[in-house]
């Protein structure tokens, strides 16, 4: 029913922005919440940002006023806009979706990407 595939990773310097895009193949289904995770080295992954297609938005407060959650009119893709990047945003990114905000804030999403790498070099 949904299929992710994240793409826009790559080596950035400090203070600059990128974009990823997660492209869903399946159906974007109005009851479920959609995000971005990352997960750095040794550590656990951490929700960043989440949306619902009616508007809800969420942010995680390490990336608020610098990440922003973007879609386009098809729900066929979503964006995550990060700006004024830090070497602490280095991480392997993934979007994912599921019908439940706890399920999602505490990352057991039911549709994962394959995930793309954010490298922030200082």
């Known amino acids: 029913q949904v299929q992710l595939v994240e793409s826009g990773g790559g080596l950035v310097q400090v203070g600059e922005s990128l974009t990823l895009s997660c492209i869903n193949s399946g159906t974007a289904l109005d009851n479920y919440f959609w995000g971005w995770f990352r997960q750095a080295p040794g550590k656990e992954r951490e929700l960043v940002a989440a949306?619902?297609?009616?508007?809800?938005?969420l942010y995680a407060d390490s990336v608020k006023d610098r990440f922003t959650i973007a879609t386009d009119s098809a729900r066929s893709t979503y964006y995550l806009q990060m700006n004024n990047l830090k070497p602490e945003d280095t991480a392997v990114y993934y979007c994912?979706?599921?019908?439940?905000?706890?399920?999602?804030?505490?990352?057991?999403?039911?549709?994962w990407g394959q995930g793309t790498q954010v490298t922030v070099s200082s």
């Open positions: 994912a979706a599921d019908r439940s905000v706890p399920a999602m804030k505490s990352g057991n999403a039911e549709y």
């Open positions: 949306f619902a297609w009616r508007g809800a938005r």
